[in-house]
């Protein structure tokens, strides 16, 4: 299975930033999608956004409202979930997760569920 770490998680002030990075811990293929979700305290896990290693590919739930972007400097470096004006209820444990591509390229979790998933890292906005 491939593994996956989260980190840059914190506390930050509402209109705050703070910058996720999802290392996967061995060579991955190409066909991957990295997807990054969030559960708060007693709530659905719901998916944030989404992309094909190596980039493209990328899917943003509708809250996202360009606050949030994904990106991937490289096929074999970290993804990054990069949050700006950061709310009070962006609060919650956030989860980098990872499943095959779809054959017409779709990363979109309704797509196809994701199957491999971090241990996640805490994102609190007060």
């Known amino acids: 299975h491939v593994q996956l770490v989260e980190s840059g998680g914190g506390s930050v002030q509402a209109g705050g930033s703070l910058r996720l990075s999802c290392v996967v811990a061995?060579?991955?293929?190409?066909?991957?999608?990295i997807g990054w979700f969030r559960q708060a305290a007693g709530g659905e896990r719901e998916a944030v956004a989404a992309m094909r290693i190596g980039g493209r590919s990328e899917y943003y739930a509708d809250f996202v409202k360009g606050r949030i972007t994904i990106s991937q400097d490289g096929a074999r470096k970290p993804v990054y979930l990069q949050m700006n004006n950061l709310k009070p209820d962006d609060t919650a444990t956030y989860y980098c997760?990872?499943?095959?591509?779809?054959?017409?390229?779709?990363?979109?979790?309704?797509?196809?569920?994701?199957?491999?998933w971090g241990q996640g890292t805490q994102v609190t906005v007060s």
């Open positions: 061995e060579y991955i293929s190409a066909r991957t999608c």
């Open positions: 997760a990872s499943r095959r591509l779809t054959d017409d390229l779709n990363c979109s979790p309704a797509r196809r569920p994701y199957n491999t």
